[in-house]
C-alpha cells in the first residue's frame, strides 16, 4: 500500500494550488485520510482531516481557505488551497488510516511528500 501525492509548486501569496493523494495497493477500506504539513525547522502538523462524506476538520490557521474531499472510488484526497500566505510554506503529506485486503490496520501510510512555496 502506498500514496502518492502530487500538485505541489510555488505561487505567490493569494494565490490557489490544489493538492492530491492517491492510495493505491491492496486496499479493503480507507477509514480516514488527512494532509499534514511540516514547515522548515517546525514540527508536522494536521492542516484537515476527513473521514468520509463531509466530516472535515481544519487546523484553525487554514479554515476558510483549505476545502479537503476524497472520492472513495478512486481511493483519492484532495486539498483545495485558496488565499495562500508565506506562512503556508510547507511539505504537506497525506496520510491514511485504513485496512489492507488482508484485513489489517494501518493506522498512518504517509505519502511522500510535495512541497509548496507560497511567496510574498
Known amino acids: 500500500v502506498q500514496l502518492q501525492a502530487s500538485g505541489g509548486g510555488s505561487v505567490q501569496a493569494g494565490g490557489s494550488l490544489r493538492l492530491s493523494c492517491v492510495a493505491s495497493g491492496s486496499i479493503f477500506v480507507i477509514n480516514s485520510m488527512g494532509w499534514y504539513r511540516q514547515a522548515p525547522g517546525k514540527e508536522r502538523e494536521l492542516v484537515a482531516s476527513i473521514i468520509s462524506g463531509d466530516s472535515a476538520n481544519y487546523a484553525d490557521s487554514v479554515k476558510g481557505r483549505f476545502t479537503i474531499s476524497r472520492d472513495n472510488a478512486k481511493n483519492a484526497l484532495y486539498l483545495q488551497m485558496s488565499s495562500l500566505k508565506p506562512e503556508d510554506t510547507a511539505v504537506y503529506y497525506c496520510?491514511?488510516?485504513?485496512?489492507?485486503?488482508?484485513?489489517?490496520?494501518?493506522?498512518?501510510?504517509w505519502g511522500q511528500g510535495t512541497e509548496v512555496t507560497v511567496s510574498s
Open positions: 496520510a491514511a488510516d485504513l485496512y489492507t485486503a488482508a484485513r489489517v490496520r494501518v493506522p498512518y501510510v
